[in-house]
């Protein structure tokens, strides 16, 4: 079936940093958002994205939606203990029909104090 | 609000036996749906309603049930559990049926023997 790749799949960091993840498909997207995981909880929206190239923030979080509409990428400045979590990306192919959501495999952060 | 509200938190089950995760929202959903979580993968799709009375299978529905005969509740049926079933499950909702917005329960870890 359809994959998103997601990367990287994991990353160590020392707080104060900034990150940066993404997700790659082979087909175009009309839509890619972005979920946060904690243990042992369900999925956060983070931000959502509807248009090639738009770029949108949500405190030291920002998205963009790329060009090409194959790509989304995740930035989060000067990170903190409380990133600490799993970051997946979606893609819809078509408005208008959730069954074509798709997740990614998600990148595992970590942040040492 | 409690927003959607998954029970069992944890269940063991015998292969060959059947059960039901349930799932309430209380935020007046129209969309709700589905999904599997297993280690390294994404969250696969598994079963979706766009409003009572209506389901639509996913990307992964064999050995899965459900009806939506209220908005509030979706609750998911294994008729014959396997232990290719084990694994967490997560209910989602959005009140919009086409944008990729999802509020997602906390989860239903379930193994099956």
């Known amino acids: 079936g359809q994959q998103l790749n997601q990367s990287p799949q994991s990353m160590f960091i020392q707080e104060g940093e900034d990150v940066s993840m993404n997700c790659t498909s082979s087909s175009i997207f009309n839509t890619w958002l972005w979920y946060k995981q904690e243990p042992g909880e369900g999925p956060v929206l983070l931000i959502a994205l509807y248009k090639a190239g738009e770029l949108t923030s949500n405190g030291r979080l920002t998205a963009q939606f790329g060009i090409t509409r194959k790509d989304s990428f995740l930035n989060i400045s000067a990170s903190i203990p409380s990133d600490v979590g799993i970051y997946f990306c979606a893609g819809r192919k078509v408005r208008g029909s959730q069954g074509n959501l798709i997740f990614g495999k998600g990148t595992k952060l970590s942040v040492k104090p | 609000n409690a927003g959607v509200t998954q029970t069992p938190k944890f269940q063991v089950l015998k292969t060959g036996q059947s059960m039901t995760l349930q799932c309430a929202q209380d935020?007046?959903?129209?969309?709700m749906s589905w999904y599997r979580q297993d280690p390294g993968m994404g969250l696969r799709l598994i079963h979706y309603?766009?409003?009572?009375?209506?389901?639509d299978q996913g990307e992964v529905p064999n050995g899965y049930n459900v009806s939506r005969s209220t908005t509030e509740d979706f609750p998911l049926r294994l008729l014959s559990a396997a232990p290719s079933q084990t694994s967490v499950y997560f209910c989602?909702?959005?009140?919009?049926?086409?944008?990729?917005?999802?509020?997602f329960g906390e989860g239903s870890r379930l193994t099956v023997l």
């Open positions: 935020m007046n959903h129209e969309y």
């Open positions: 309603s766009v409003g009572a009375g209506i389901t």
């Open positions: 989602a909702s959005s009140y919009w049926t086409d944008t990729g917005e999802l509020f």
